[in-house]
C-alpha cells in the first residue's frame, strides 16, 4: 500500500524560539500559515489526486504544533477530524518541540485522532543545542519520548548534523541515544546556512564552519547503519527539494542536494561492496573477472551517481573485470559476488556489514 501524506504548513506558528539555522519565511512557500477554515479545500484537492487504495495520513509540518495555543490546536484538529472518522484518511501527524509535551497536550491530541508526533531534537548534546540557540536540554527530549510511548503514540525523531559545536563522534553518541528511546521513525538533515538567520551571520564573520557534502554524506551514513542495525526506519535523510532551496539568495551555504539520501546509500554501497571484494581477495587486483549481484532495486546505488562507484571499484580491481548483475536471488541491502567460471557465492547481508564495523571500532557497539 502506498503511503501518501497530505501536508499542512504552519510555518513557525506556536515556536517561542529563533534557533540560529532557521528562517522558516524562506524554505517555506507560505509565508503565512494557513487558516483552519481553509483546511478542507486543501484536503479535497489532494484526495482528488491520491490513487485509490493508497495510506493516506495528514501531516501538520513546519511549526511547533503543541506549543500553539490550545484553542488554535483544536481549531485545526477540528478541521480533519472528520476525514478521519469517515476513513478518508488513516492517520494524523503533527511536529513540536520536546518541551512542547506533556500530559494534558497529549490527551486532548488522542482525542482528536492524533496518532504520530515528531519531535524536533536535532542533536542529545546539551552544548550542541545551547549553540544552537535550541532553548532545551537532553533531559526534555528524554522525558518528551517517554510520555509519547506512555501515552501510545508513534514517536518520530529529527535530527540534524553539522550543527555549531557538533562533530562527528557528538553524531554517534546522539544517535546511540535516540536508539535507546527506541522511536518509531528518524529524519536526518544536513545543516545547510539560510539566508536572514544568525548562522548566516556566524558563517560570514568566518566563526562558523559548514559541513562539506562529502563529510555530510559520510556521517549520515553511519548514522543510517546504526538505525539499521537496530531496526529503526529513517524515512528521510535530507531536505526536501524545493525553489527556495535551489536559489543562491536563499541558501548560502551547506551540503545541499536534491537525491542527498541516494547519496547516502550509494556510499554504503561502495564501502559493502569493498569489503565483499576483500572477502573474496579480489582487491588488490588478481587479473580475474569478478561478478556483483545485486538485487534489481539497488542497481543504481552500488553502480552511484555517473557511475563513481563502479569506477572507483574498477580502479581498485582493474579495468575490464567488473561486471554488475542484476539478481532478484539477493536480498535488497545485500551484495554477492563470484568469480567468473566459478559456482560459489559469496554473499554479505547488511546486518553482518554493520556487525564487522562494529567489531572494528568503526561504529560504536552496545554498552
Known amino acids: 500500500m502506498k503511503h501518501v501524506n497530505i501536508p499542512i504548513f504552519i510555518p513557525h506558528v506556536g515556536c517561542p524560539f529563533t534557533c540560529i539555522f532557521c528562517n522558516q519565511r524562506h524554505i517555506a512557500s507560505q509565508l503565512e500559515p494557513l487558516s483552519p477554515s481553509a483546511i478542507p479545500e486543501l484536503v479535497d484537492q489532494h484526495l482528488a489526486t491520491i490513487p485509490p487504495g493508497s ?3 495528514i501531516a501538520f509540518f513546519g511549526g511547533s504544533f503543541t506549543m500553539m495555543d490550545v484553542s488554535l490546536q483544536e481549531a485545526y484538529l477540528r478541521q480533519v477530524s472528520p476525514y478521519l472518522i469517515k476513513g478518508l484518511i488513516h492517520g494524523l501527524r503533527l511536529s ?5 509535551i506533556d500530559p494534558d497536550i497529549l490527551k486532548m491530541l488522542k482525542y482528536w485522532g492524533v496518532d504520530t508526533v515528531e519531535l524536533g531534537v536535532q542533536s542529545c548534546d546539551d552544548e550542541v543545542l545551547a549553540a544552537a540557540g535550541r532553548g532545551m536540554a537532553l533531559l526534555q527530549i528524554v522525558e518528551a519520548s517517554r510520555l509519547l510511548k506512555e501515552y501510545g503514540f508513534k514517536l518520530g525523531i529529527q535530527l540534524m548534523v553539522g550543527l555549531p559545536g ?10 546511540r541515544v535516540i536508539i535507546g528511546l ?15 538567520t544568525e548562522l548566516a551571520r556566524q558563517w ?5 564552519q559548514e559541513l562539506s557534502l562529502p563529510e555530510a554524506v559520510s556521517v549520515c551514513a553511519e548514522m543510517l547503519l546504526m538505525f539499521q542495525y537496530h531496526h529503526i526506519p529513517v524515512i528521510r535523510l535530507g531536505l526536501q527539494p524545493s525553489q527556495e532551496l535551489q536559489s543562491a539568495e536563499t541558501l548560502l551555504a551547506g551540503p545541499y542536494h536534491p537525491a542527498f539520501g541516494e547519496l547516502v546509500e550509494q556510499h554504503i554501497f561502495y564501502m559493502q561492496a569493498r569489503e565483499l571484494l576483500l572477502d573474496a581477495q579480489a582487491l588488490p587486483g588478481r587479473d580475474r573477472p569478478v561478478n556483483l549481484l545485486v538485487n534489481p532495486a539497488d542497481v543504481s546505488r552500488l553502480i ?28 535488497p541491502d545485500s551484495l554477492g559476488l563470484y568469480y567468473s567460471g566459478e559456482n560459489r557465492i559469496l554473499t554479505l547481508v547488511r546486518e553482518d556489514f554493520i556487525r564487522r564495523l562494529i567489531d572494528r571500532g568503526l561504529l560504536p557497539g552496545e554498552d
Open 182 to 196: 527506541r522511536p518509531d521513525m528518524v529524519r536526518i538533515y544536513p545543516t545547510l546556512v539560510i539566508a536572514g
Open 304 to 331: 552511484g551517481q555517473h557511475r563513481r562507484n563502479f569506477l572507483r571499484l574498477e580502479e581498485e580491481l582493474g579495468t575490464g573485470l567488473l561486471k554488475v548483475i542484476k539478481s532478484e536471488a539477493i536480498a
Open 204 to 208: 560570514r564573520e568566518g566563526s562558523y
Open 166 to 175: 557538533d562533530n562527528r563522534l557528538k553524531d554517534l553518541a546522539t544517535t
Open 96 to 100: 513540536t518541540r520536546p518541551d512542547g
Open 55 to 57: 495510506e493516506i495520513e
